[in-house]
C-alpha cells in the first residue's frame, strides 16, 4: 500500500483543524539543543490554542545543555506552525510541532537557539543580494547494531557492539549461523540475503514519506554490521536541518522497536569504513542555479569555485562545527575514502569538496562538502558551511588547481603538499577559536554562540576523554 505524503499545515488554525481532523490527543513540542540533539515536553491536544503560537509556552532553561544559567532559567517555546506533523512512531495519536525559543524578558529570539541561527543565515544570505535560496542535501550514514554495551568508570572502560550481519560473527556457533555476512569494505551493496537490512530501511522510509519528507534512495553502505543510509530530497537550510533531526527520530525509534539499536557515531568499529553526513549544496536566484556553468570546469561557475574556496580556506574552523566529536577524528584519517584532503575535485571522493558528475543538467549541479557527520547540530553546521562559501564568494577566494590524482598513489613529495584537515577535535576547536569573524557576518553567529560551544565541547566531551585511560594503552604499556 503507497504511503501518502503528509501536507504540513501553514497556520495555527490549520494545526488545530489538523488535531480535531486526524482525532490528535497530544501535541508534542520539540526543539533542539545547543549540541544537536532534540528535546520535548507534551500537552493535552485540547488545551492547544491560537494563542500559544504567539504567546508561547514556559520551560526551564537551564536544564537544556548550552543555553541558561539557573539564576535565568525561564524561556519560552514558540511553536512553529508549518512544522507541524502526525508523529509515526507513537501509538497515542500525537501531533509533533518544531519550535523556536524566545527569551520572555526581552521577547526576543533567543540567541543560543540554533534553529535561529540558521534563520539567520538564511536571512542574510537573501540580504546579500546574491541569492534567495540556498538548498541542502546531506546523506547521513549509519549503523544498525543488535546489541550495544559500554561502560567507563574508575577501574574499567569498555565497549562491545554486535551485528547479526557482523563479519566477525561468521564463526558464530550458536544455532543460527546462516552465513551472507559482508565482509569489511564490502557492504556496497549486495542484495539480501546479505544485505539483511532492506526491509528495515523501507519501513523507515515509508515513516519519513509519512511525516513530510521526501525521500530519494536508501542502500547498505560500504562497512560491515549493518552500516546504511537513506538520502532525502534537497531542501531549503532551515527546513533541511528540520528534517535531518526528524530522520535520526523515525530511524532509531523504528529499530528500537525491533529490537536493534542505531547510532551516528563517526567511527564505532576499528578497521572498517566510518559514517559521515556528505553535504550536497548549491545557491539559486530566480530560479536559476548560480552553480552551474556548461563551459567552467566540473560544469560550475566562478561564483561555485570562489564558494568552493570559502569551504576549504575555513575547513579547519568549520569542523569544529561540523566534524564535533572525538570520534569524529578516527573517521577522518587516511584509507577509508575519507574526505581528509583539503582539496576539490570533480569525482574524487578523498578531496573535501567534491563535483558530482552524474548529471548535466543545469538544475542538478551542486558542490559535494564531504568532511561533516551527523554528531553536528545540523543547523549550525549548515548556517557556517553557508557562510565559509558565501566568504570565499565576497572575498573572491581562489581555490587552487583541482586535485583529479589519486592521493593514495601519490609520490611522498606530491602527497605532503595537499594540505589535510584537522588530525583531532582540539586543533578543530583551536581553529574555530582563531577563525570564526566569517561567522559573525551579519549577526548570524554571535560571540557568545561561539565561546558557548567552545566552552561546552572542551569541558563537557575533550578534557572528559583525554584525562581518561584508553584501553589500547594496557595492551601498550602495561609491561612497561
Not at 544485505?195 to 530519494?216: K, P
Not at 577524528?329 to 584532503?341: D, F, Q, S, T
Not at 557556517?384 to 577566494?397: E, F, N, Q
Not at 561561539?450 to 594503552?473: A, C, F, G, N, Q
Amino acid at each position: 500500500m503507497a504511503v501518502r505524503r503528509h501536507t504540513r499545515p501553514q497556520s495555527p488554525e490549520e494545526v488545530i483543524a489538523l488535531c480535531n481532523e486526524k482525532g490528535i490527543d497530544i501535541v508534542d513540542l520539540k526543539f533542539v539543543d545547543l549540541p544537536g540533539t532534540w528535546q520535548h515536553f507534551s500537552i493535552p491536544a485540547q488545551t492547544l490554542e491560537k494563542d500559544m503560537f504567539e504567546d508561547g509556552l514556559g520551560f526551564d532553561g537551564s536544564s537544556i545543555r548550552g543555553f541558561q544559567e539557573i539564576h535565568e532559567s525561564d524561556m519560552l517555546l514558540m511553536p512553529d506552525p508549518t512544522t507541524a506533523f502526525v508523529d509515526p512512531i507513537l501509538k497515542v495519536p500525537t501531533l509533533s510541532i518544531i519550535c523556536n525559543v524566545r527569551d520572555p524578558m526581552t521577547g526576543k529570539p533567543y540567541s543560543r537557539d540554533p534553529r535561529y541561527v540558521a534563520q539567520k543565515a538564511e536571512a542574510y544570505l537573501k540580504k546579500s543580494g546574491l541569492a534567495e535560496t540556498s538548498y541542502w542535501g546531506p546523506e547521513l550514514e549509519f549503523f544498525v547494531f543488535d546489541s550495544v554495551r559500554f561502560d567507563q568508570n574508575t577501574f574499567s572502560g569498555y565497549y562491545f557492539v554486535d551485528s547479526a550481519e557482523g563479519s566477525w560473527n561468521s564463526g558464530n556457533g550458536d544455532g543460527h549461523n546462516l552465513g551472507y555476512k559482508p565482509r569489511p569494505k564490502e557492504g556496497y551493496f549486495p542484495v539480501p540475503p546479505t544485505d539483511s537490512l532492506q526491509d528495515f530501511r523501507s519501513q523507515v522510509i515509508m515513516r519519513m514519506i509519512q511525516a513530510g519528507i521526501n525521500v530519494e534512495v536508501h542502500h547498505h553502505e560500504v562497512a560491515t554490521a549493518g552500516q546504511g543510509e537513506i538520502d532525502m530530497r534537497f531542501d531549503s537550510l532551515t527546513r533541511m536541518a528540520d528534517n535531518a533531526l526528524l530522520y535520526k527520530y523515525i530511524l532509531k525509534n523504528t529499530a528500537i522497536e525491533q529490537g536493534k539499536t542505531v547510532t551516528f557515531m563517526p567511527k564505532p568499529l576499528f578497521g572498517d569504513n566510518g559514517t559521515g553526513m556528505h553535504v550536497h549544496q548549491s545557491l539559486w536566484k530566480n530560479g536559476t542555479n548560480l552553480f552551474y556553468d556548461a563551459e567552467g570546469y566540473g560544469q560550475v561557475s566562478e561564483l561555485a569555485l570562489h564558494y568552493i574556496a570559502g569551504l576549504i580556506h575555513h575547513s579547519p574552523a568549520l569542523l569544529g562545527l561540523c566534524a564535533p566529536t572525538t570520534n569524529s577524528y578516527r573517521r577522518l584519517v587516511p584509507g577509508y575514502e575519507a574526505p581528509v584532503n583539503l582539496a576539490y575535485s570533480q569525482r574524487n571522493r578523498s578531496a573535501c569538496v567534491r563535483i558530482p558528475m552524474y548529471s548535466k543538467s543545469p538544475k542538478t549541479k551542486r558542490l559535494e562538502y564531504r568532511c561533516p557527520d551527523a554528531t553536528c547540530n545540523p543547523y549550525l553546521a549548515f548556517a557556517a558551511m553557508l557562510m565559509a562559501g558565501l566568504d570565499g564568494v565576497r572575498r573572491k577566494l581562489d581555490p587552487g588547481q583541482p586535485l583529479d590524482k589519486d592521493i593514495f598513489t601519490l609520490p611522498r613529495e606530491e602527497a605532503a603538499k595537499v594540505p589535510q584537515v584537522p588530525g583531532s577535535l582540539d586543533e578543530s576547536l583551536r581553529a574555530l577559536e582563531n577563525d570564526h569573524d566569517f561567522l559573525l557576518e551579519g549577526g548570524v553567529f554571535t560571540e557568545d554562540v561561539i565561546e558557548t560551544w567552545l566552552d561546552y565541547k572542551r569541558k563537557r566531551e575533550l578534557d572528559p576523554v583525554r584525562l581518561r585511560p584508553h584501553p589500547y594503552e594496557f595492551y601498550l604499556y602495561f609491561d612497561a
